[in-house]
């Protein structure tokens, strides 16, 4: 017990504690000689993995293979295999995802396309609990840096799960499980050193609580130095450093299980963001662009309870809580000279900007089954409170405090219409969301078995996305040009010509809609070899966008006679007028495609597993100059082709190789000048990884990654817009030790 008041001890403490924190609980560790019960996926068969349970697609625990949607499960095995050293590289391994690596620990992750800084269209959730965070509409990656030891598993789901999940799982929905205290018992201490000045320590103690029951006590510290910089070579200004500490306590009880989990970070990192701007104010040698270099702080604490049970009915009942507190604050060169003294501009200052958001979640459901129905019900209430800091240009607020609730009630019926032959299941989501009102999120899946070796499934689902107030409530810069670009006959780079989407007077959020018909196909060929195959395709309405204010572009243009006048009075070339838009909901899209993945165990020592996806989105062009750039950054966005191929080798006396190869196909991504692209080019990819098995306690392994190239580029964040990182070769050595 003096362990766990000792571990209460450094949770208060944390904020103030730092590097000494992570210190205090790597000493502790060496008083305990305990080994680890941690589960080892390594030795299963593929027909035991088709046996895998998950949850994330029902609220159950099911078999993969009874699962109606394109599911993917990541063992904790795999990942640790894999060499996957943060949670977006172990997502590569899922057909069909899109993910590209920005910067040293900032990532672009989604489901079937519409790729961004910010993925809007994917939920994601660890342990049952929404990391989607309001204040940018996506997952904030670099933040979820947790033990990957730690990690159970990942569930995947390509396609909608709104039907269960709500609001914003319009494309998929990412589950990351991780381990119980019960399972985390003993001491463990992970070291990693690589090339890039990257140095990583993680130690983690589990024991038993003197009143029956379990806990588990855990830390983990790293930092890395800057990438190279994509268009000169040099070092870039993307370090960063992260550190996170947390606890869980799982009591025993003899009524049902019960568990808390608490967790601190924080996160220092380095970004330079480039802003469109009033030609005075520009970068040297970069006309109407000004380079913003950042430091940004993020920071956020958790307390999560979780309590399941099974009522005298035999109903299975979970009632989970949480308070999940958020930061994230930039400090450095803001602004684009836009402001109230137009035309005039106003040059940019040193400010602090960002936001602040806490959730208070409470969710409650439960499962009973009778005769041929298997019926989960759920109701949830989420309350949502964040200050939103964004003083100037580019991106500008006006009332950045804002609190609201979300209502939401499912139900879900598994009917078993033919026993082990055919299922139908139908469900919706009913919510009340604070940002758009009320939504109804309704699918229908079947699910056919006609064999012992085949499933097909399919699906039919409607499903939302909430955007963020920055989208549609703020105004932004978006980009600046030379005005002489649309007027010649004034003088070259004399006057800007600013594009800017402000918001409409009285208008209110509107959700995008998104109606999908996937269907699929999975066989287990044989003992040694699993097919999985999908299709899908979806209709996207009231997409977020903008339309210029005017049906013409000289009509949209504001001020040109004040900027013109500015423009002979001012020696300096700090004038412009603006291009004026406004924040819509009328882009329309489709996409479709397929994955195929392919399973194959040869022998015990040796599986190989392959992917192909494929992907294509196509919006409907208006001739409108800002709805045409948002549709072009949709359409480019996200790679059409994507290949993957691992082999996993066990050799004799405890050493395995682990290769993997990835190839994407290009990608293209409109930034401030409205119609020329930047083009990323297809890439391969290698990594490789030769581990040794010392003994039951203590491995040890050398990593390799991107091994084909010195360097190469993956993505470009356009809002906001960075500047481009290549990601490159490197070299890690890692020890694990449990003991």
């Not at 362990?3 to 208060?12: G, R, S, V």
């Not at 958790?302 to 299975?316: F, M, V």
Request: charged share 20%; net charge neutral; with cysteine.
């Amino acid at each position: 017990m003096r362990l766990l008041h000792f571990a209460l001890h450094i949770f208060a403490n944390v904020i103030r504690s730092g590097w000494a924190l992570v210190w205090l609980i790597f000493t502790g560790l060496c008083s305990s000689n305990a080994l680890a019960e941690e589960s080892n996926l390594l030795d299963l068969s593929l027909e035991e993995l088709v046996e895998y349970r998950f949850t994330s697609m029902s609220r159950k625990e099911q078999r993969v293979v009874d699962t109606a949607a394109a599911a993917y499960v990541i063992t904790g095995e795999e990942i640790r295999r894999s060499g996957a050293m943060s949670i977006p590289e172990a997502l590569r391994m899922v057909p069909g995802l899109n993910v590209a690596q920005i910067s040293r620990d900032r990532w672009a992750v989604s489901s079937r396309g519409f790729n961004e800084r910010f993925s809007s269209k994917l939920l994601v959730l660890v342990d049952g609990r929404s990391i989607y965070s309001p204040m940018f509409s996506g997952v904030l990656w670099e933040t979820q840096d947790t033990l990957m030891e730690d990690i159970e598993r990942i569930e995947v789901i390509r396609g909608p799960g709104a039907a269960l999940w709500g609001t914003n799982a319009m494309n998929g929905v990412i589950n990351i499980v991780t381990r119980k205290a019960k399972a985390t018992q003993g001491n463990l201490m992970s070291v990693q050193m690589g090339t890039g000045g990257y140095g990583m320590v993680a130690a983690r103690h589990g024991g038993e609580l003197e009143g029956g029951g379990h806990y588990s006590l855990y830390g983990k510290s790293d930092s890395m130095n800057g990438s190279v910089e994509k268009l000169t070579g040099t070092k870039g200004d993307d370090s960063a450093r992260h550190q996170r500490v947390g606890l869980k306590l799982a009591p025993q009880l003899s009524t049902g299980e019960l568990s808390f989990k608490t967790e601190v970070y924080r996160v220092r990192s380095n970004d330079v963001w480039i802003s469109p701007s009033v030609l005075a104010f520009s970068t040297p040698g970069k006309p109407f662009e000004i380079d913003s270099p950042v430091g940004v702080v993020d920071e956020g604490a958790l307390l999560q309870a979780r309590y399941s049970w099974k009522n005298e009915n035999g109903a299975d009942s979970v009632l989970q809580a949480y308070i999940d507190h958020e930061s994230s604050f930039h400090q450095g060169l803001w602004g684009s000279g836009s402001g109230d003294l137009r035309p005039l501009g106003i040059a940019p200052s040193n400010m602090r900007f960002g936001g602040v958001k806490t959730d208070i979640d409470i969710d409650f459901q439960q499962r009973r089954i009778s005769g041929a129905h298997d019926v989960i019900w759920g109701l949830a209430f989420r309350h949502t409170t964040d200050n939103l800091v964004l003083p100037s240009g580019p991106y500008r607020l006006l009332n950045g405090k804002d609190s609201r609730a979300n209502y939401s009630a499912f139900i879900h019926d598994d009917i078993t219409l033919e026993p082990d032959r055919f299922k139908l299941i139908l469900g919706s989501k009913f919510e009340h969301d604070g940002l758009t009102g009320f939504n109804i999120q309704p699918n229908v899946r079947m699910l056919w078995t006609p064999n012992k070796s085949d499933t097909f499934w399919g699906a039919l689902s409607k499903s939302v996305r909430s955007p963020r107030r920055t989208e549609s409530l703020a105004t932004i810069d978006i980009a600046a040009e030379d005005a002489a670009k649309y007027i010649p006959q004034l003088p070259s780079q004399k006057l800007t010509a600013l594009a800017q989407i402000t918001p409409q007077p009285g208008a209110g959020l509107m959700a995008e809609q998104a109606i999908s018909l996937e269907g699929g196909w999975r066989k287990q060929i044989d003992a040694h070899l699993n097919l999985d195959a999908s299709l899908f395709m979806t209709d996207y309405s009231a997409l977020r966008g903008g339309r210029l204010v005017g049906p013409t572009l000289a009509q949209s243009v504001m001020g040109l006679n004040e900027a013109l006048a500015c423009m002979m009075a001012s020696p300096a070339p700090n004038c412009y007028f603006v291009i004026q838009g406004y924040n819509t909901n009328k882009e329309i899209a489709k996409s479709w495609g397929g994955e195929i993945a392919l399973d194959w165990q040869p022998s015990s020592k040796w599986r190989v597993q392959g992917s192909y996806a494929y992907l294509r989105i196509q919006g409907v062009h208006t001739g409108d100059l800002f709805g045409d750039l948002q549709v072009n950054a949709f359409e480019g966005a996200s790679p059409r082709h994507q290949f993957s191929l691992r082999s996993n080798y066990v050799f004799d006396r405890g050493i395995n190789l682990d290769l993997w190869a990835r190839r994407t196909s290009q990608t293209s991504h409109y930034v401030l000048n409205l119609t020329n692209p930047l083009v990323i080019g297809p890439y391969t990819a290698l990594d490789a990884r030769l581990a040794w098995q010392v003994d039951r306690q203590l491995e040890l392994a050398i990593l390799g990654k991107n091994l084909l190239t010195d360097r190469h580029s993956e993505f470009i964040s356009i809002l906001p817009y960075t500047r481009a990182y290549d990601i490159q070769r490197r070299l890690f050595v890692t020890a694990l030790w449990r003991f």
